[in-house]
């Protein structure tokens, strides 16, 4: 799963503050004052949440640009190793719109690679030169 969404959040932190009679603030009026920062989000390859905080909105909208850059230039999160053992299984769970005589045509195929390759290559991404 590529990033493909970075959420920007305030983070609040610290004590609620007390108006003046020691009774809580309303929520509406936290972000004037109680400490806070500002948070960025996001879900990478291996389905994990990362996150990161900033000082400033700013800081985080520009963070938060970057890491779109990333994923529209094509250099998101680099996926999990996987064998080749995993990649067929999951190929085969996941290719749930073929025939019968396709899907025994496709675990056929999938069975000769593992036994010629061993099932427990790890795949990789091949750059393009």
């Given at each position: 799963?590529?990033?493909?969404?970075?959420?920007?959040?305030?983070?609040?932190?610290?004590?609620?503050?007390?108006?003046?009679?020691?009774?809580?603030?309303?929520?509406?009026?936290?972000?004037?004052?109680?400490?806070?920062s500002?948070?960025?989000?996001?879900?990478?390859?291996?389905?994990?949440?990362?996150?990161?905080?900033?000082?400033?909105?700013?800081?985080?909208?520009?963070?938060?640009?970057?890491?779109?850059?990333?994923?529209?230039?094509?250099?998101?999160?680099?996926?999990?190793?996987?064998?080749?053992?995993?990649?067929?299984?999951?190929?085969?769970?996941?290719?749930?719109?073929l025939?019968?005589?396709?899907?025994?045509?496709?675990?056929?195929?999938?069975?000769?690679?593992?036994e010629?390759?061993?099932?427990?290559?790890?795949?990789?991404?091949?750059?393009?030169?």
């Amino acid at each position: 799963m590529a990033t493909t969404k970075v959420g920007i959040y305030r983070s609040y932190y610290g004590s609620i503050p007390k108006d003046s009679s020691g009774k809580p603030v309303p929520k509406s009026e936290w972000p004037n004052k109680r400490p806070h920062s500002w948070v960025l989000r996001w879900f990478g390859y291996d389905g994990q949440r990362y996150s990161r905080s900033c000082e400033t909105r700013k800081e985080a909208e520009r963070l938060a640009e970057e890491k779109q850059q990333d994923v529209r230039s094509g250099r998101p999160d680099e996926p999990k190793k996987v064998t080749l053992k995993e990649f067929g299984e999951m190929y085969l769970r996941i290719r749930t719109d073929l025939t019968q005589r396709c899907r025994e045509e496709h675990e056929r195929t999938v069975r000769f690679l593992r036994e010629q390759l061993g099932e427990h290559r790890p795949l990789q991404r091949r750059d393009s030169a």
